[in-house]
């Protein structure tokens, strides 16, 4: 009698524990020929909470933010904790605009030159890293 009454209260506290961790799925995007492994963010919620609240980002890893149409992306850092990268993409999938080492806490908006459809956040200094410029081709795998 005891098992029939545990199973569902096991089953209930799996369900609170993925809800409160956040699983995220991931995907692979390729820029010229480094892999990064990002998380995808494209409802207006996933967008607004972004990499807020998270004390780090491996290298190779980042968040891509997804819009429906072209525009000027305005970002800023309010209540990320760590440094970033930021460059926006356009629909052609291809580099248009890049900030680099964005201040953790800055309110202040990034506000690019270009229209983008893509956001891609990565860990501060990625783009030296890797050497990233305006033009770079992005493929989502």
């Known amino acids: 009698m005891r098992r029939h009454l545990l199973l569902p209260i096991f089953s209930l506290l799996l369900s609170f524990s993925s809800i409160s961790y956040g699983e995220h799925k991931t995907h692979h995007l390729l820029i010229n020929k480094t892999n990064f492994t990002i998380e995808i ?7 607004r909470n972004g990499l807020m609240f998270r004390e780090t980002l491996a290298d190779h890893h980042g968040m891509l933010f997804l819009f429906d149409q072209d525009d000027i992306h305005s970002f800023w850092m309010h209540n990320t904790l760590i440094s970033l990268d930021i460059i ?54």
Do not use: C, M
């Open 41 to 47: 963010a494209k409802t207006p919620e996933e967008r």
């Open 88 to 141: 926006w993409i356009g629909a052609n999938k291809k580099i248009v605009y890049i900030h680099e080492n964005a201040k953790p806490f800055d309110d202040t908006p990034l506000t690019p030159s270009q229209k983008s459809r893509f956001v891609l956040e990565v860990p501060a200094g990625t783009v030296k890293k890797y050497h990233l410029v305006i033009n770079d081709k992005i493929t989502l795998q």
